[in-house]
């Protein structure tokens, strides 16, 4: 029996995305038989696993294949990510040498003169006639003291070459454990590169950026008129890509394709990770679709987190599929300190040693260098690196 071999996406993974879209004959209780000939052996092998196609439509595809001798595998898809295992050989410095020292120093400086600023400020509006007040001059250069190294942050930011893409695993909408893995995203994740992560009710997420960029852009006439042509520009792209220029949304097969373009945008999502979204590049799903998106995190990524601090029956389902993958080594382990036990009771049912490293309430994970050793090994099994 033959087989489509969809695993090896190469450079024609876009090509192959295409393949996942939802057709209207197949939607039907009945669909034509001599429509569903027509299709080839990848379009029937996507078309037999798309969840806005109906049980006959799907049995359908599937019984078609069946009569061309073609085995029916898993769809899958891997959206390359940006990091290859060459890169790898840097081992720390790729996440936390230079590049990151660049960001983190010119972040520091820009607040450090906005406080300069409103020093100034307050000292002008409380002079007295002994105090000169500051002048435009003074003001000018703290000005660009302002400008140079949030320029230099900005593109340090948005023009970062080798981000890692990391998925995160975890039990959703449980406040008590979603609050600390929020912390712990943001110190100990973020800096490897995009946090990709199902929707949580719980894990903070920029819900009123709108309001805070019409509140900044009153005393400026340009970022003012940005604001006004850019809103209804959003809105409508919105329409059409409900994963662009926001939190993700996976509700059809469209979506879907627009999910895994997007996450091949790398200046676009640098920026995201570090201005828009808090944690993690959120992803809201449908039922039925959440179990192709877990599937298309876990192919493209270069790393899975995988949060064990309650296991519930979906995360359970994601334990399973890994180990089903074969993608055991790609996978690090973590849970909230006090979880630790029922983390490792969970991996040791399932026939898994590995470690598990735990995090404070407050985000800061223990071991840190042994849990930066694992992250590094974890992607070296992505890529086939040498340790």
């Not at 039922?287 to 979906?314: C, H, I, N, P, T």
Request: glycine share 6%.
């Amino acid at each position: 029996m033959k087989s489509v071999d969809q695993a090896d996406t190469g450079d024609h993974w876009r090509m192959q995305l295409r393949e996942m879209r939802t057709r209207s004959v197949l939607r039907a209780a009945e669909p034509p038989l001599d429509e569903v000939r027509r299709l080839s052996d990848r379009e029937l092998s996507a078309a037999a696993q798309n969840p806005d196609h109906s049980v006959a439509g799907r049995a359908a595809a599937e019984a078609e294949l069946r009569a061309r001798n073609v085995s029916i595998d898993r769809w899958r898809i891997h959206t390359p990510g940006f990091i290859q295992a060459q890169d790898l050989a840097q081992g720390e410095r790729l996440f936390f040498g230079w590049g990151r020292a660049v960001r983190v120093w010119s972040g520091a400086l820009v607040y450090l003169a906005l406080l300069g600023a409103v020093a100034l400020a307050a000292l002008d509006a409380a002079s007295a006639p002994f105090v000169s007040a500051p002048s435009e001059r003074q003001f000018g250069y703290l000005g660009l003291a302002v400008l140079a190294p949030l320029a230099v942050w900005i593109a340090a930011t948005a023009l970062r070459r080798k981000p890692a893409r990391v998925t995160l695993l975890r039990k959703f909408n449980e406040r008590d454990l979603a609050e600390p893995l929020g912390r712990m995203i943001a110190k100990e994740l973020r800096p490897f590169g995009h946090v990709a992560a199902l929707s949580d009710t719980f894990i903070r997420r920029e819900r009123f950026g709108w309001v805070q960029g019409a509140l900044l852009s009153l005393s400026n006439p340009v970022a003012a008129a940005w604001f006004l042509v850019g809103l209804p520009i959003r809105f409508v792209w919105r329409l059409f890509d409900r994963s662009a220029m926001g939190p993700a949304v996976v509700l059809n097969a469209r979506d879907y394709r627009h999910l895994a373009k997007r996450l091949r945008d790398r200046i676009g999502l640098n920026l995201q990770v570090a201005l828009v979204a808090r944690e993690a590049l959120l992803i809201r799903t449908s039922d039925a679709w959440w179990r192709m998106v877990a599937r298309l995190l876990l192919e493209s990524s270069d790393a899975v987190v995988v949060d064990l601090s309650q296991v519930s029956a979906g995360l359970a389902w994601e334990l399973d599929l890994i180990l089903q993958e074969g993608a055991l080594k790609r996978c690090v382990f973590v849970s909230l300190w006090g979880k630790l036990d029922e983390a490792e009771a969970a991996l040791k049912a399932r026939g898994v040693d590995a470690p598990v490293f735990h995090y404070a309430p407050d985000g800061e994970i223990q071991r840190r260098r042994l849990f930066r050793a694992a992250m590094l090994e974890a992607m070296r099994a992505t890529h086939g690196a040498p340790a």
